[in-house]
């Protein structure tokens, strides 16, 4: 059984997902430590009501973000997990801990990158009259938003979506694929070798696993 860390800052949704989703046993895996840097993240009270450990690392107790990643960094070593998953974590890692976990740490972001690194996606999407919009799952690299790419899922966009339903179609989207690709690589059937993904038993068009959902 592998274990996982999941990093939240907020609501923790996708957070939910996952740890329904070990619950079923759809992926075979335990969480065994859920850490937020802020105190008041909703997704802790999901880690307790599923009796899962929780800690908190408050980054406002930090003088410098050196300092709060060097500690995010031994509570994570301390924790020895096989897959560390952020989800809605909104910090930047500094090279402590995107060297040293290389390979190990995922990430979700709420676009199509390379389009739209960084905050605010959806109303970028809406500015921009995109036809479609997406999420980006990918291993993490100390470039923000910019590490090797796993999955991406994509919907059509609508005249008739505004932020509060472009946000909760994405969300939906989040909660199906994330959990697939933990469970494929808790089941060793993606790993990256020297900057590339590799997939195992998976079929592939292309570099990277991409699906086009009717949400
Ligand atoms: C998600 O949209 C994720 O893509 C982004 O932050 C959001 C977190 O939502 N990184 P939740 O806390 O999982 O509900």
Same mark, same amino acid.
């Given at each position: 059984?592998?274990?996982?860390?999941?990093? /939240?800052?907020g609501?923790?949704s996708?957070?939910?997902?996952?740890?329904?989703?070990?619950?079923?046993? %759809?992926?075979?895996?335990?969480i065994?430590?859920?850490?937020?840097?802020?105190?008041?993240?909703?997704? &802790?009270? @999901?880690? +307790?009501?599923a009796g899962?450990?929780?800690l908190?690392?408050?980054?406002?107790e930090?003088q410098? @973000?050196d &300092? #709060?990643?060097?500690? &995010? %960094?031994?509570?994570?070593?301390?924790?020895?997990?096989?897959? /560390?998953?952020?989800?809605?974590?909104?910090?930047?890692?500094?090279? +402590?801990?995107?060297?040293? #976990? %290389?390979?190990?740490?995922i990430?979700?972001?709420?676009? &199509?990158?390379?389009?739209?690194?960084g905050?605010?996606t959806? !109303? !970028?999407v809406?500015?921009?009259?995109?036809?479609?919009?997406g999420?980006t799952?990918? %291993?993490?690299?100390?470039?923000?938003?910019?590490?090797?790419?796993?999955? !991406?899922?994509?919907?059509?966009?609508?005249?008739?979506?505004?932020?509060?339903?472009?946000?909760?179609r /994405?969300?939906?989207?989040?909660?199906?694929?994330?959990?697939?690709?933990?469970?494929? /690589?808790?089941?060793? !059937?993606?790993?990256?070798?020297?900057?590339?993904?590799?997939?195992?038993?998976?079929?592939?068009?292309?570099?990277?696993?991409?699906?086009?959902?009717d949400?």
């Amino acid at each position: 059984m592998k274990k996982i860390v999941v990093l /939240i800052s907020g609501s923790g949704s996708n957070l939910q997902a996952i740890i329904d989703k070990c619950k079923s046993k %759809y992926i075979h895996a335990e969480i065994g430590c859920v850490i937020s840097n802020n105190p008041e993240a909703y997704g &802790l009270e @999901r880690a +307790k009501s599923a009796g899962i450990k929780t800690l908190v690392i408050d980054h406002k107790e930090y003088q410098s @973000r050196d &300092l #709060f990643d060097n500690d &995010l %960094y031994k509570v994570l070593k301390d924790q020895n997990a096989d897959l /560390i998953v952020l989800a809605g974590f909104m910090r930047i890692l500094t090279e +402590k801990i995107t060297k040293n #976990f %290389y390979g190990k740490i995922i990430n979700i972001h709420p676009s &199509l990158l390379p389009k739209y690194p960084g905050l605010n996606t959806h !109303q !970028q999407v809406i500015d921009n009259k995109d036809m479609t919009h997406g999420i980006t799952i990918h %291993y993490v690299s100390s470039e923000l938003d910019g590490g090797p790419i796993i999955a !991406q899922g994509e919907v059509m966009t609508s005249e008739d979506d505004d932020i509060d339903n472009l946000i909760e179609r /994405i969300h939906t989207l989040e909660h199906e694929l994330y959990p697939e690709i933990i469970k494929y /690589i808790c089941d060793n !059937q993606i790993n990256i070798y020297s900057n590339e993904v590799i997939f195992k038993n998976l079929s592939i068009k292309g570099t990277h696993i991409y699906k086009k959902y009717d949400i």
